[in-house]
């Protein structure tokens, strides 16, 4: 890659999510083993819909309800094209990913690097001086439990208020 050439990444592009249907498990987890709890997660949801032979419509993401310094409350999603009828196993539940205004950032490379990301995003509202709401979403352009971790591919969205 040229170093001259500005990365091709979106940093803080606005955009308008779309609400999707999603299937996802609720946890919490603390920082130093996030990736451990989503993996965890997600192995949870694929396998549902696996069972249930529903196939995901788009990409998996986190949602994330609330975070602080140590630890943080989530949904890991699956978008899918309607809610699965039967009753759905302990733990799993159906519902709307967030829409609306959001910024998109994107981050390359292992989850433990994703610190820096978000840093870059709190710096980028600052100068923006723009307020996020209480959340925010990963989306993962690969899979999150099969991807080798330093390939990563995530798609931060910053929903503003």
Excluded at 4 to 10: F, Q
Excluded at 58 to 84: C, K, R, W
Excluded at 113 to 141: C, G, P, R
């Amino acid at each position: 890659p040229n170093p001259a050439e500005p990365s091709k990444d979106a940093f803080g592009e606005p955009v308008t999510l779309a609400s999707k249907t999603i299937v996802f498990v609720k946890g919490n987890g603390t920082w130093d083993t996030a990736y451990e709890t989503l993996q965890s997660a997600f192995k949870i949801v694929n396998g549902y819909l696996d069972k249930a032979g529903v196939k995901a419509s788009g990409p998996s993401m986190t949602i994330y309800t609330q975070a602080d310094d140590t630890g943080f409350s989530f949904q890991a999603a699956v978008p899918v094209d309607e809610a699965p009828k039967e009753a759905l196993p302990q733990g799993v539940g159906t519902g709307q990913s967030p829409s609306g205004k959001a910024l998109k950032f994107i981050h390359r490379g292992t989850y433990d690097s994703m610190d820096n990301t978000y840093e870059a995003i709190t710096n980028h509202l600052d100068e923006k001086k723009l307020e996020a709401q209480d959340l925010f979403v990963e989306e993962y352009e690969t899979d999150l439990v099969t991807t080798p971790e330093d390939k990563l591919v995530v798609t931060v969205y910053v929903p503003i208020k």
